[in-house]
């Protein structure tokens, strides 16, 4: 049959339509078709990666950065596997990715060909929904319901399993207009009748108090959210996914709430009256443990967009499933209407004030002498960045440090594994935030351990010309677990000494990218213009302490307001 | 914890028994019993699980499964408005001496006779599940060869609307 589009082509168009500009992936035997068809286009840029893992990494930091789905590829067999943590870290923060993987020809599959892998069973239970296309002539329609359910309702990662024949075979089914699913028809219209009662109960607080998740920034709520709470007078505490969805120099910020959030936040979860929750899923690192504990007195109100979240771990008085933009922007038009009962909140809104700038003061760090601390260098990224920078991270310590010290000030500028808690995804996730924004700043704010879990993809931002930078805090242990293991388990540090460290700055040479061994305060932002400058990749080497603890923090069992480690706060 | 019969129908997709069950275990409830069969609507399945939770947890097993992109419907029905069948085929040990015993309690218990061997006696029975329970109960008096039984299906019961007046 010589007629239609080959399989490979219409997956082309397909992207095109989705108006996908970027791809990241690595090639592998079954792959090839669709790597040959990509090898003359000049409208999707293939960036290839040095692991699988990065690739669905990148395509997970693209689409936070952009808002846009991320699209990732990989071979059969090894190479889907090598995606899976991406997938699932994706999945978890509700983040847009559409993966494709190559699959063993039709006939080969279940005769445990070289390479296969059962992707459809593997991925099912770790992604939004996933599709195995069995024939080409489904192949638009599967790419184009891929996207449509990535990219809608709570949002997440779609696997596309493309069987090498499937790839290669023409057919002249191509699908037009939007996909139909019967049992896919996500309601993101909030209820009136219940916004009407919310918005009644949000006018009558008198210690009104926000809670926003990333559902806001994903919704692209953030500026309604801030009218919001200027109207009502409402602290915005946000969860680690939220940070960003008000500018964290707000007199109404109250930074993040949790495990190791702000002592702060945390106390007036459990002083409001009135808990308005947008976009959090009641994550146990937000909630603490005892969940009976969890504002108490407050009446909870609970906005999301997948009514499966509501009442799954915190009971609330006024569950409403809705898209948090029509959620927030309904809320302001009804309470406007209720103006006439509305209470005087001033003395509260003094009381939040208070408290901003009592944490912003508690948080101000002085330089001492020349010591090198993990809260100095990113007091001095914070200073150095500009205001459309964007900052990733990894996970632990770095992550902890970076989210009670960073200030963010817009949306989609902090970048971090939340659900997943990844190692390894703050650099791979910069790459592909550099990629969708290439005219900001990109900074990685990771620990040694995970970035040696990912370091080989210095080539990929070395070859395809993608200059992030990542900032080290070296500290030769694995430093969150070690924390746990000194507070926690009598100091044996089973398993977090690290040995062997390798030379970050030649490691960075040996690609071609900029290294430089950071060992006094006073040289951090040398150190940061010298790396913006280089113009290429760049890794600094910030030598820190190897015993330093992110604090405070709820011990395990604890309640969200019952912190250790609450030295430096103020407020107790 | 009370027994719950859940009907859901499917669109009839490579992969969405997997995906029921997968969700099943993944949020680590029990499935007592599921049967899938085809449904009035083509290219959709209905399968029929029996578990067991509170209120609670029912629900949040009727928000997991809406949320699968294949689910078109979840009910869940509620025993006293609704019709629950069980199928259940049983192979019982009879000889000439008790032969005409087993006969007679399965005529009892309105089961029919589909096989008989010189040893044994193949019982079939459709039937509410607490009767066919019984009904066991009550052969393992002569000693059970073979059990099969296919699982829950159910239907709800149409409440007619009282005409105006």
């Given at each position: 049959?010589?007629?239609?589009?080959?399989?490979?082509?219409?997956?082309?168009?397909?992207?095109?339509?989705?108006?996908?500009?970027?791809?990241?992936?690595?090639?592998?035997?079954?792959?090839?078709?669709?790597?040959?068809?990509?090898?003359?286009?000049?409208?999707?840029?293939?960036?290839?990666?040095?692991?699988?893992?990065?690739?669905?990494?990148?395509?997970?930091?693209?689409?936070?950065?952009?808002?846009?789905?991320?699209?990732?590829?990989?071979t059969?067999?090894?190479?889907?596997?090598?995606?899976i943590?991406?997938?699932?870290?994706?999945?978890?923060?509700?983040?847009?990715?559409?993966?494709?993987?190559?699959?063993?020809?039709?006939?080969a599959i279940?005769?445990d060909?070289?390479?296969?892998?059962?992707?459809?069973?593997?991925?099912?239970?770790?992604?939004?929904?996933?599709?195995?296309?069995?024939?080409?002539?489904?192949?638009?329609?599967?790419?184009?319901?891929?996207?449509?359910?990535?990219?809608?309702?709570?949002?997440?990662?779609?696997?596309?399993?493309?069987?090498?024949?499937?790839?290669?075979?023409?057919?002249?089914?191509?699908?037009?207009?939007?996909?139909?699913?019967?049992?896919?028809?996500?309601?993101?219209?909030?209820?009136p009748?219940?916004?009407?009662?919310?918005?009644?109960?949000?006018?009558?607080?008198?210690?009104?108090?926000?809670?926003?998740?990333?559902?806001?920034?994903?919704?692209?709520?953030?500026?309604?959210?801030?009218?919001?709470?200027?109207?009502?007078?409402?602290?915005?505490?946000?969860?680690?996914?939220?940070?960003?969805?008000?500018?964290?120099?707000h007199?109404?910020s109250?930074?993040?709430?949790?495990?190791?959030?702000?002592?702060?936040?945390?106390?007036?979860?459990?002083?409001?009256?009135?808990?308005?929750?947008?976009?959090?899923?009641?994550?146990?690192?937000?909630?603490?443990?005892?969940?009976?504990?969890?504002?108490?007195?407050?009446?909870?109100i609970?906005?999301?967009?997948?009514?499966?979240?509501?009442?799954?771990?915190?009971?609330?008085?006024?569950?409403?499933?809705?898209?948090?933009?029509?959620?927030?922007?309904?809320?302001?038009?009804?309470?406007?209407?209720?103006?006439?009962?509305?209470?005087?909140t001033?003395?509260?809104?003094?009381?939040?004030?208070?408290?901003?700038?009592?944490?912003?003061?508690?948080?101000?760090?002085?330089?001492?002498?020349?010591?090198?601390?993990?809260?100095?260098?990113?007091?001095?990224?914070?200073?150095?960045?500009?205001?459309?920078?964007?900052?990733?991270?990894?996970?632990?310590?770095?992550?902890?440090?970076?989210a009670?010290?960073?200030?963010?000030?817009?949306?989609?500028?902090?970048?971090?594994?939340?659900?997943?808690?990844?190692?390894?995804?703050?650099?791979?996730?910069?790459?592909?935030?550099?990629v969708?924004?290439?005219?900001?700043?990109?900074?990685?704010?990771?620990?040694?351990?995970?970035?040696?879990?990912?370091?080989?993809?210095?080539?990929?931002a070395?070859?395809?010309?993608?200059?992030?930078?990542?900032?080290?805090?070296?500290?030769?242990?694995?430093?969150?677990?070690?924390?746990?293991?000194?507070?926690?388990?009598?100091?044996?540090?089973?398993?977090?000494?690290?040995?062997t460290?390798?030379?970050?700055?030649?490691?960075?040479?040996?690609?071609?990218?900029?290294?430089?061994?950071?060992?006094?305060?006073?040289?951090?932002?040398?150190?940061?213009?010298?790396?913006?400058?280089?113009?290429?990749?760049?890794?600094?080497d910030?030598?820190?302490?190897?015993?330093?603890?992110?604090?405070?923090?709820i011990?395990?069992?604890?309640?969200?307001?019952?912190?250790?480690?609450v030295?430096?706060?103020?407020?107790? | 914890?009370?027994?719950q019969?859940?009907?859901?129908?499917?669109?009839?997709?490579a992969g969405?028994?997997?995906?029921?069950?997968?969700?099943?275990?993944?949020?680590?409830?029990?499935?007592?019993?599921?049967?899938?069969?085809?449904?009035?609507?083509?290219?959709?399945?209905?399968?029929?699980?029996?578990?067991?939770?509170?209120?609670?947890?029912?629900?949040?097993?009727?928000?997991?499964?809406?949320?699968?992109?294949?689910?078109?419907?979840?009910?869940?029905?509620?025993?006293?408005?609704?019709?629950?069948?069980?199928?259940?085929?049983?192979?019982?040990?009879?000889?000439?001496?008790?032969?005409?015993?087993?006969?007679?309690?399965?005529?009892?218990?309105?089961?029919?006779?589909?096989?008989?061997?010189?040893?044994?006696?193949?019982?079939?029975?459709?039937?509410?599940?607490?009767?066919?329970?019984?009904?066991?109960?009550?052969?393992?008096?002569?000693?059970?060869?073979?059990?099969?039984?296919?699982g829950?299906?159910?239907?709800?019961?149409?409440?007619e609307?009282?005409?105006?007046?």
């Amino acid at each position: 049959m010589n007629e239609g589009l080959k399989g490979t082509e219409i997956v082309v168009k397909c992207l095109k339509e989705e108006k996908v500009k970027h791809l990241f992936g690595f090639p592998g035997g079954q792959l090839i078709p669709l790597y040959d068809q990509l090898y003359e286009e000049t409208d999707i840029r293939s960036i290839l990666v040095r692991h699988e893992q990065g690739a669905a990494h990148a395509a997970d930091g693209y689409a936070r950065a952009s808002g846009d789905p991320g699209v990732c590829m990989a071979t059969s067999g090894p190479g889907a596997t090598n995606l899976i943590t991406g997938l699932l870290n994706a999945t978890m923060d509700s983040i847009p990715v559409v993966a494709f993987t190559a699959q063993v020809p039709t006939k080969a599959i279940g005769t445990d060909a070289f390479q296969e892998a059962d992707t459809f069973g593997i991925t099912m239970p770790i992604t939004k929904h996933n599709f195995l296309v069995k024939s080409t002539d489904t192949l638009s329609w599967t790419i184009k319901g891929a996207f449509k359910i990535a990219n809608t309702g709570r949002k997440g990662a779609v696997v596309i399993d493309l069987p090498n024949d499937v790839q290669q075979k023409r057919s002249k089914e191509y699908h037009h207009g939007e996909v139909k699913f019967a049992g896919y028809n996500p309601s993101i219209v909030p209820n009136p009748l219940q916004l009407k009662r919310i918005a009644q109960k949000l006018v009558e607080a008198e210690r009104p108090l926000i809670l926003a998740g990333g559902g806001v920034i994903l919704a692209n709520a953030t500026e309604d959210l801030r009218i919001l709470a200027e109207y009502l007078g409402a602290g915005v505490a946000t969860t680690l996914m939220g940070k960003g969805a008000i500018p964290e120099n707000h007199p109404l910020s109250l930074g993040m709430v949790g495990m190791h959030g702000r002592l702060g936040a945390n106390k007036m979860i459990n002083n409001c009256d009135v808990l308005l929750v947008i976009g959090c899923r009641f994550s146990d690192r937000t909630t603490g443990w005892g969940l009976e504990s969890f504002a108490p007195d407050a009446i909870k109100i609970h906005c999301d967009i997948d009514s499966s979240e509501l009442n799954k771990n915190i009971p609330v008085d006024f569950p409403l499933v809705g898209d948090a933009n029509l959620v927030i922007r309904d809320l302001i038009k009804f309470i406007k209407k209720y103006e006439d009962v509305k209470k005087d909140t001033n003395i509260w809104r003094k009381r939040v004030n208070q408290l901003h700038s009592m944490c912003e003061e508690c948080e101000t760090v002085k330089p001492n002498g020349s010591k090198l601390t993990p809260e100095i260098i990113i007091k001095t990224i914070n200073n150095f960045l500009d205001d459309n920078a964007i900052v990733t991270t990894e996970v632990g310590q770095n992550q902890m440090f970076a989210a009670h010290y960073y200030i963010t000030k817009k949306p989609r500028q902090f970048i971090s594994s939340g659900g997943l808690g990844t190692m390894g995804f703050g650099f791979p996730a910069a790459i592909g935030a550099k990629v969708a924004k290439p005219e900001s700043q990109v900074l990685d704010i990771a620990g040694d351990g995970s970035f040696l879990m990912v370091c080989q993809e210095l080539a990929t931002a070395m070859s395809e010309d993608i200059p992030v930078v990542v900032a080290v805090l070296n500290n030769s242990f694995l430093g969150m677990v070690r924390q746990w293991q000194e507070l926690f388990w009598d100091k044996r540090y089973a398993g977090t000494k690290l040995g062997t460290i390798p030379d970050f700055v030649k490691l960075a040479e040996s690609f071609g990218a900029y290294g430089e061994r950071v060992e006094k305060a006073s040289d951090i932002e040398k150190a940061l213009k010298n790396a913006f400058d280089s113009g290429i990749v760049s890794v600094l080497d910030f030598k820190i302490e190897s015993e330093t603890n992110i604090l405070p923090m709820i011990p395990p069992g604890g309640r969200v307001d019952e912190m250790i480690g609450v030295g430096r706060c103020r407020h107790k | 914890m009370s027994t719950q019969i859940i009907s859901v129908l499917v669109e009839d997709e490579a992969g969405s028994l997997t995906r029921m069950s997968g969700m099943f275990s993944r949020r680590g409830i029990n499935i007592h019993s599921l049967t899938v069969s085809p449904s009035e609507k083509e290219g959709m399945s209905r399968m029929t699980i029996v578990t067991t939770g509170d209120e609670r947890e029912i629900e949040k097993v009727e928000k997991q499964l809406n949320k699968l992109i294949e689910v078109v419907k979840v009910n869940i029905l509620d025993k006293n408005t609704s019709v629950v069948r069980d199928l259940c085929l049983l192979k019982v040990y009879a000889d000439k001496e008790n032969r005409a015993e087993v006969i007679e309690i399965a005529n009892a218990f309105k089961s029919n006779i589909v096989d008989i061997s010189i040893r044994t006696i193949t019982l079939e029975i459709t039937a509410d599940p607490l009767d066919i329970d019984r009904f066991v109960e009550t052969m393992k008096n002569f000693g059970i060869k073979e059990l099969f039984r296919t699982g829950v299906t159910a239907i709800s019961r149409d409440v007619e609307k009282k005409s105006g007046g």
